[in-house]
């Protein structure tokens, strides 16, 4: 099973590392998904995560207060708006957009009302 633990460790991690460069996705919802699977795995990886200089002040945030900081959330608002203007102009189906829509914008009240580190 800490196989597999670490399996979904790295898959997180890799699609963090990924959303560093791609605004569309997320850097640190993969990282405490990347926190949790390590604690499951390797407890070399865990703590090298929850001790990295960039990762891990939100990591703590959130496994303390669940709490995101302000900067990460206007990160995310501004790439959340980003994704959904690219859906709109490249076309896609209404539905579609509404949707994306409907789901882009719960993520932003679940972020937005999250409390501040």
């Known amino acids: 099973m800490r196989l597999i633990w670490l399996i979904f460790g790295l898959v997180s991690l890799a699609l963090g590392v990924i959303g560093i460069l791609l605004p569309i996705l997320p850097t640190v919802p993969f990282m405490l998904l990347s926190a949790f699977f390590f604690s499951k795995s390797s407890e070399r990886l865990h703590h090298w995560l929850i001790t990295h200089p960039k990762f891990g002040p939100s990591i703590e945030d959130w496994q303390r207060n669940g709490a995101i ?3 990460i959330k206007w990160y995310s608002t501004v790439s959340i708006v980003a994704a ?17 829509g ?10 937005w009302t999250r409390p501040e580190a």
């Open 69 to 71: 900081n302000r900067r």
């Open 84 to 100: 959904y203007g690219l859906s709109f102009a490249f076309g896609f189906q209404p539905i579609i957009l509404i949707l994306q």
């Open 102 to 111: 409907f789901i882009l914008g719960a993520v932003l009240v679940f972020i």
